[in-house]
Structures are given as structure tokens and as C-alpha cells.
């Protein structure tokens, strides 16, 4: 996925003809167009347009990255050749993009988490002119949603949809900033549902639409005729030349509000876990179990002392709803459990050997848990190693699985990893691992995958 941030025009020179056939003919001054057609009104967005965009807001952010640079400029030998500052090289940036006020009263706004990250000053401006300071509330990468506050503004919010009522076909409106283009408003449709896989690790359920979404329009609303917000515009899929070429994405006003609602209450998003391994129930797998009109999430393992085991889930069971909401594929039950929150009681649907049973769980805390079973150990070796599950084998010690996100899997720990050796002592077993890693420092993990082998260092 690419995005371009420099527009380019073409120049229109080509003449349309256009035919009615059957309708009497209208004469026009030159440059207007007809209120109606044989006494049929034509019809326009612009009411609707008028009632919403004062909802829509202008973010402008900046703030200082670091700069990549070559790892040998760590070095301090080459530093003192080179001259090089002491201390990580940051450049100054400024961006935009788009956001929509959803609580005028408290001064709340939803935009995306990519909008605002790294800013250290966010502006807001309404479309009136108006600029107000903004803070962060929250966010979450994980489904890319923030939330500022604005204080001492006086705001119009915009009514929020039940995005599941959405359906493929439905007129949609998108507004929003791009280019820098001020309530720039686009129409079509959506497009799709459901759409998920574009972002590694993320959790995502986009509602995919054909209404032009560009840069900037990042944060904006995807609205419906009634005026209600469907989305939040996320992101777009674009050619080589960066634009857009009718495949846009939003967040669906259902799961922002979900991440809303955590982030104004926590401040960060309490994510849960089930305790499953599942893939996608396809129809060949049906097929094979014996139910070739079954659908869903299949149980592949369950994970000690888990939610799920409590509840009584089986490995073979097929997770079909979710608090009566149908599941259809492994993407819609890990989006589901995910944004509820820790402690929440969850009903789910499931088929066991073709029959329909209910069960009850208690969504786990997604941290590490010291009582579960696949903790075989008090406890994780070194502090970067969290969220791996670690276990003794011939070759080594294998990693069972990496928790996305978690520090394991930001060093580069990757499901069937065999880590051979710390520094230059071999290690055969966690406890051999906890040994050599005991001491306070900088340490080099050797490990094995595949067929080769590489270097990770832990800090």
C-alpha cells in the first residue's frame, strides 16, 4: 500500500454529449442546471452535506522523529571520524489530516492513531476557521483509532451509525481534508465488508468504499444519506503513481466507538484474549469434519488455564457466534474478543461433532499470566523475551508461539524459533536460558530457523 502526498491535475478537454431519451426537453441558461425534469425533483446531497461538515475538522500536527541512519554511526569510533553528534538524530515534521467531533459536550473527537503519532502539538480547525489546541485522550494502533479532547470549543458532533446495519451497495459520502483541500466532499458506495488482512497484526474489519479517499482525508467521516457516521477513513490502496484508484477503507463506527469508549475510560485499549488457536473453517475443512454447511472460526488448540478452557472449549469445536453476532472466519473472532474488555463475560455459539452447544466465558488479561499452563516457568528468562511462549527441546529452546505486539515479537522472535545459545553458552532448556541471562546487561541470542541460523541481541 503506498500513498502519495503530492497531487497532480489533469486538465479536462474532452466535450460530453448527453441524450434523454423520453423526457421533454428543458432549456437552460447557459451554466445552470435544472431544479427538476418533468416535475421530478433532482436529487442532492447538499442538504445533508450542509448538516454534517460542521462535524468534520482540520488536524495539523507537529512534532520530531528520529532519522534512520547507518547503524555504523552507532559506532564511536566512526562517530569521532565523522564528527558525528552524540545522541539519536531527529528531524522536525508537520502533517494533517482529518477528524470528527462525536461528543460536542466533552469536547471528544475520533481520528486515526497514524494521524497524531509522534506529534507533540495538535491544532485543530473547524470549518468555520476557528483553531483550538488539541490533547490526546488515547490510542490504538492496533485498530488505528485516537481520540482528542478539545476544551472551550463550541462544537456540532456527528451521530454515529450501527456500522452492522451497513450494507454492500449502501450511498456513502466521504469528508475530509486531502491535499490540504478543506471539506472536500466525495460520494459513492460501499463497496465491500469485513475486509481485513492489510495491516499485519492489526485488528481490522474495513468497510471498503469506492468514494475517493486521499491524503489528509485520514480521520474523516464516511457517512450515510441520513447524515450518521458509518466510518472513520483510514486508508487506500493506490497504484504506482500514489493515487486513488477507488479502493478506499474505513473503520466502522461500531468499532471506533468500542476503542472510544476504552481509551476515554483507561486511556489505552484493555485488550483481552480467548486462549485459542483458530484458522478459518473453509469449505473443504467442513467438508472433511462432516458439516459441509458449517462456517466459522475451527479450534485448533486451547491453551491451559485459558479463558476458553475454563468455559469448556474443545480443540475441534467451531466458534459460530459471539454474543450473538456470526462469526465467519478466525479475522472475525479475533476482532470480536478483542475489543471487549478484560473480565467480560462472552457467550459463545460453537458446533462440537455437527451439534449446537452455548458456552460462557470470562475474557483473560492479554498479559502474561503466571498461573496459565503454557507459562511452563516462573516467569519470562529476560524482560524482552515477554510474550513468548518458551519450552525445552532437543535442538534448543522452542518458542511455541510470540504474542503479536508484545516485546518478543519486536525483537524478531518468531513461532518455531529454536534459541540455541546465549553469547557463547549453549542452552538446552528455559532453566538453562534464565541462567545465562540472569545478569543485568546486553546479551547476543543465537537462534535457529529453518534451515539457518541468526544473531538477536537483547538490551
Known amino acids: 500500500?503506498?500513498?502519495?502526498?503530492?497531487?497532480?491535475?489533469?486538465?479536462?478537454?474532452?466535450?460530453?454529449?448527453?441524450?434523454?431519451?423520453?423526457?421533454?426537453?428543458?432549456?437552460?441558461?447557459?451554466?445552470?442546471?435544472?431544479?427538476?425534469?418533468?416535475?421530478?425533483?433532482?436529487?442532492?446531497?447538499?442538504?445533508?452535506?450542509?448538516?454534517?461538515?460542521?462535524?468534520?475538522?482540520?488536524?495539523?500536527?507537529?512534532?520530531?522523529?528520529?532519522?534512520?541512519?547507518n547503524p555504523l554511526m552507532d559506532d564511536p569510533f566512526f562517530r569521532r571520524f565523522f564528527n558525528v553528534p552524540e545522541g539519536p538524530a531527529e528531524r522536525e515534521f508537520q502533517a494533517a489530516g482529518s477528524g470528527v467531533v462525536v461528543d460536542a459536550k466533552q469536547g471528544y473527537l475520533l481520528t486515526n492513531a497514524h494521524v497524531v503519532e509522534n506529534a507533540s502539538e495538535i491544532t485543530v480547525s473547524t470549518q468555520d476557521d476557528h483553531q483550538f489546541k488539541a490533547e490526546v485522550v488515547g490510542k490504538d494502533p492496533a485498530t488505528d483509532i485516537a481520540v482528542l479532547r478539545v476544551k472551550g470549543a463550541q462544537l456540532q458532533e456527528l451521530t454515529m451509525a450501527d456500522s452492522d446495519n451497513a450494507e454492500v451497495g449502501d450511498f456513502v459520502v466521504a469528508i475530509g481534508n486531502p491535499f490540504g483541500l478543506q471539506h472536500t466532499v466525495t460520494s459513492g458506495i460501499i463497496s465491500g465488508l469485513g475486509r481485513s488482512g492489510i495491516n499485519e497484526d492489526s485488528f481490522e474489519n474495513f468497510i471498503q468504499t469506492d468514494a475517493s479517499i486521499n491524503p489528509g482525508n485520514s480521520g474523516g467521516a464516511l457517512v450515510n444519506l441520513r447524515g450518521e457516521l458509518v466510518g472513520i477513513n483510514s486508508a487506500i490502496l493506490s497504484g504506482n503513481g500514489g493515487g486513488n484508484i477507488g479502493i478506499g477503507f474505513a473503520i466502522p463506527s461500531n468499532m471506533a466507538r468500542a476503542v472510544m469508549d476504552q481509551l476515554i475510560k483507561y486511556g489505552e485499549v484493555k485488550r483481552g484474549v480467548l486462549g485459542v488457536s483458530i484458522f478459518?473453517?473453509?469449505?473443504?475443512?467442513?467438508?472433511?469434519?462432516?458439516?459441509?454447511?458449517?462456517?466459522?472460526?475451527?479450534?485448533?488448540?486451547?491453551?491451559?488455564?485459558?479463558?476458553?478452557?475454563?468455559?469448556?472449549?474443545?480443540?475441534?469445536?467451531?466458534?459460530?457466534?459471539?454474543?450473538?453476532?456470526?462469526?465467519?472466519?478466525?479475522?472475525?473472532?479475533?476482532?470480536?474478543?478483542?475489543?471487549?474488555?478484560?473480565?467480560?463475560?462472552?457467550?459463545?455459539?460453537?458446533?462440537?461433532?455437527?451439534?449446537?452447544?452455548?458456552?460462557?466465558?470470562?475474557?483473560?488479561?492479554?498479559?502474561?499470566n503466571k498461573d496459565s499452563a503454557n507459562a511452563k516457568d516462573s516467569g519470562d528468562p529476560h524482560p524482552a523475551l515477554a510474550g513468548a511462549s518458551l519450552e525445552d527441546s532437543a535442538n534448543g529452546v522452542r518458542v511455541q508461539s510470540v504474542e503479536p505486539r508484545s516485546p518478543a515479537a519486536a525483537i524478531g522472535l518468531r513461532t518455531g524459533d529454536a534459541i540455541v545459545a546465549v553469547g557463547r553458552t549453549r542452552v538446552d532448556s528455559v532453566n538453562a536460558l534464565r541462567e545465562a541471562l540472569k545478569e543485568e546487561g546486553s546479551y547476543l541470542l543465537t537462534v535457529r530457523r529453518g534451515n539457518g541460523a541468526l544473531i538477536i541481541p537483547l538490551q
Do not use: Y
Open 280 to 368: 478459518t473453517l473453509t469449505p473443504g475443512l467442513a467438508k472433511g469434519a462432516g458439516n459441509a454447511d458449517a462456517r466459522g472460526a475451527l479450534v485448533s488448540q486451547v491453551v491451559d488455564g485459558s479463558a476458553a478452557e475454563k468455559a469448556g472449549v474443545k480443540a475441534g469445536d467451531v466458534i459460530t457466534a459471539v454474543n450473538g453476532h456470526t462469526i465467519k472466519s478466525a479475522a472475525e473472532l479475533r476482532n470480536a474478543i478483542g475489543l471487549l474488555r478484560v473480565g467480560q463475560k462472552v457467550q459463545l455459539d460453537l458446533l462440537r461433532d455437527s451439534k449446537p452447544l452455548q458456552l460462557t466465558a470470562s475474557i483473560n488479561d492479554a498479559a502474561p
Open 1 to 69: 500500500m503506498t500513498f502519495s502526498s503530492r497531487p497532480f491535475l489533469v486538465a479536462a478537454t474532452a466535450t460530453t454529449a448527453l441524450f434523454v431519451v423520453g423526457l421533454p426537453a428543458v432549456t437552460l441558461a447557459a451554466g445552470k442546471l435544472p431544479t427538476s425534469v418533468a416535475a421530478t425533483p433532482v436529487p442532492s446531497l447538499a442538504p445533508m452535506v450542509k448538516q454534517v461538515s460542521p462535524s468534520v475538522v482540520s488536524i495539523q500536527t507537529r512534532g520530531k522523529v528520529r532519522e534512520q541512519r
